[in-house]
């Protein structure tokens, strides 16, 4: 079975402009979450998709905004970008909205806002 | 909202010594996930605990639930520098944010030849 993959891996953007991250989830999982992590710290919930509805959400701002698919990978989109947006995104998907098994975790997509 | 402690932030051993490392709450955990986590990884899941007392074993790794579903320690054995890593404990909210995990600010554990 394949994992969960993020693309791409390293970003650079520049204050103002708008990104879209990449999820494909691990096959047989139909829930989606995002996180955000400051270096140094814990992961922060951004928000989860499930059936291709926003299921929950953290304490993130409107810019930040998602998508899941009929075939469940997703997209994290956040838009005017400022520097403190920059940190490492995670995606990980379960087979169940409370993960109770567990989450798959990606390798991360590496923002950096210059 | 459910905030976890983890302690210490950071751990640095010599190979073969002995470390736990101790995850806190004021609220009782429905569940509580440990995960592992390498530089330019995302984290990847240990064990999930879900019964008061419970005790899982995973090679060297031991985790502990206590009793009273508020607290939780990892400890491990001998240490290796293959256990070098971010140790993250997480707990789902439950309730309307069933879906979400919080989790613990880490614990950075290096482990010296």
């Known amino acids: 079975e394949t994992g969960v993959t993020q693309s791409p891996t390293h970003l650079i953007k520049t204050r103002g402009q708008q990104v879209t991250l990449r999820c494909s989830s691990q096959?047989?999982?139909?829930?989606v979450s995002w996180y955000q992590q400051a270096l140094g710290q814990g992961p922060q919930f951004i928000f989860q998709?499930?059936?291709?509805?926003?299921?929950g959400r953290g304490n993130f701002p409107p810019r930040f905004s998602g998508l899941q698919f009929p075939n469940y990978s997703s997209e994290l989109n956040v838009n005017a970008l400022e520097l403190d947006d920059s940190a490492l995104y995670l995606c990980?998907?379960?087979?169940?909205?409370?993960?109770?098994?567990?989450?798959?975790f990606g390798s991360g997509t590496r923002l950096t806002v210059v | 909202t459910q905030l976890l402690e983890q302690s210490p932030q950071f751990l640095s051993i010599q190979e073969g010594e002995n470390l736990t490392v101790y995850c806190n709450s004021s609220?009782?955990?429905?569940?509580l996930q440990w995960y592992r986590q390498e530089p330019g990884e995302g984290p990847v899941l240990l064990v999930t605990?879900?019964?008061?007392?419970e005790v899982k074993k995973l090679k060297r790794l031991t985790f502990q639930f206590g009793d009273a579903r508020k607290d939780s320690s990892l400890h491990i054995t001998a240490a290796q520098p293959g256990d070098t890593g971010l140790y993250l404990c997480a707990s789902n909210a439950g309730g309307t944010s069933y879906g979400k995990l919080t989790f613990g600010q880490g614990t950075i554990l290096t482990v010296h030849p």
């Open positions: 990980a998907s379960s087979f169940n909205v409370g993960g109770g098994l567990g989450y798959t």
């Open positions: 096959s047989g999982h139909n829930t």
């Open positions: 605990v879900v019964t008061g007392g």
């Open positions: 998709y499930y059936r291709e509805e926003e299921n």
């Open positions: 609220s009782v955990f429905s569940s």
